[in-house]
């Protein structure tokens, strides 16, 4: 079965650095997203991504955070200079485009900030 | 309003009880709904959708209720393997976002 495939499992960095968080979404799916989740928390979104560009983005999505499709496979969110509040587990999902299909999500990339 | 709401349980139940968990949804033009499952620390795994009146797939049954704004899932049968947080998902018409539920929690016990 098809899956969408998240690097790193977990990332620790020091607050103030830059991180890349990688996916790499189904390849015939047409939509993808950013969610995250703070431990023992909701699934909150962050960004949404079709036809190269940004659909739509939270409040949480601010200057320093940022999304890429540079290739047309990889799917990258970058965050500039993370903050503690930052640590999360961090899902990618991708959809293919019909009202039933369901969003399938990556295995998510833990970030720790310290 | 919030988007969409959960009783976030937990619900214990026995080993072979039956459980349902509704989900309330204030967007009227939403179209599709899914349940997803998510065990701790893990990504959300799609167990259902539902976009008509209903779906069934082995002990799991899903209703959609369009006049009430509210969808439920029901578990026959429940086994320990059950134990996990329900997601009640409704996504935007235009597929630019979807909200999530705070989620269910179900414990099934021995």
């Known amino acids: 079965e098809p899956e969408v495939t998240q690097t790193p499992s977990h990332q620790v960095t020091q607050m103030g650095q830059e991180v890349i968080l990688r996916c790499v979404p189904i390849?015939?799916?047409?939509?993808f997203y950013w969610y995250r989740q703070i431990l023992g928390q909701k699934v909150e979104f962050l960004v949404s991504?079709?036809?190269?560009?940004?659909?739509?983005k939270s409040e949480i999505f601010d200057d320093q955070f940022s999304v890429e499709r540079p290739d047309g496979s990889n799917f990258t969110l970058k965050i500039r200079s993370t903050k503690l509040e930052d640590s999360a587990m961090y899902f990618c999902?991708?959809?293919?485009?019909?009202?039933?299909?369901?969003?399938?999500f990556g295995s998510g990339t833990r970030l720790t900030v310290v | 309003r919030k988007e969409v709401e959960q009783d976030p349980g937990p619900f214990n139940v026995p080993e072979g009880a039956t459980v349902a968990f509704n989900c309330t949804y204030s967007n009227s033009a939403s179209q599709s709904f899914f349940w997803y499952r998510q065990d701790c620390r893990k990504e959300p795994k799609l167990l259902m959708s539902v976009y008509s009146s209903g779906n069934e797939d082995g002990r799991f049954t899903a209703q959609l209720n369009r006049a009430s704004q509210y969808i439920s899932l029901l578990i026959r049968d429940s086994k320990l393997s059950d134990s996990a947080t329900y997601l009640c998902v409704v996504p935007r018409y235009n597929f630019n976002k979807f909200y999530f539920g705070s989620g269910t929690k179900l414990n099934v016990k021995p």
């Open positions: 991504f079709y036809n190269n560009e940004i659909s739509e």
């Open positions: 999902a991708s959809k293919w485009g019909r009202q039933e299909d369901g969003y399938t």
């Open positions: 390849s015939n799916h047409l939509y």
